[in-house]
């Protein structure tokens, strides 16, 4: 599947921002689709996932109550809803495909198909 991540930007702390990850060539609801975020300076973290029935979501403890993921499969595109953003949030964000599961993995060498990656800076 191919991916093809938007939305990122410049806010304000406080502020929100939507993110998209657009897939094509395969349906989403064939694979468990995750959003990483890497900081500079600093390795690839896991952010948040969704399993491919969508049942269960799975967070970082540094976004839980703040972010929420969401996909669609009718549009073949997943989200991340972020808000109360933190300066230490400003990072390029990516959104990434992985083999169908009944649980989240949060471990990046699972997934296999990445998107671009979209840049979300959060000023103080």
């Known amino acids: 599947v191919q991916l093809q991540a938007s939305g990122g930007g410049l806010v304000q702390a406080g502020g929100s921002l939507k993110l998209s990850c657009a897939g094509s060539?395969?349906?989403?609801?064939?694979?468990?689709m995750a959003w990483f975020r890497q900081a500079p300076g600093k390795d690839r973290e896991f952010v948040a996932g969704?399993?491919?029935?969508?049942?269960?979501?799975s967070y970082t403890d540094s976004v839980k109550g703040r972010f929420t993921i969401s996909k669609d499969d009718v549009k073949n595109t997943v989200y991340l809803q972020m808000s109360t953003l933190k300066a230490e949030d400003t990072a390029i964000y990516y959104c990434?495909?992985?083999?169908?599961?009944?649980?989240?993995?949060?471990?990046?060498?699972?997934?296999?198909?990445w998107g671009q990656g979209t840049l979300v800076t959060v000023s103080s």
């Open positions: 060539g395969h349906t989403f609801t064939d694979y468990n």
């Open positions: 990434a495909a992985a083999r169908y599961a009944a649980t989240v993995v949060r471990t990046s060498d699972e997934y296999y198909s």
């Open positions: 969704i399993t491919w029935s969508g049942r269960t979501k």
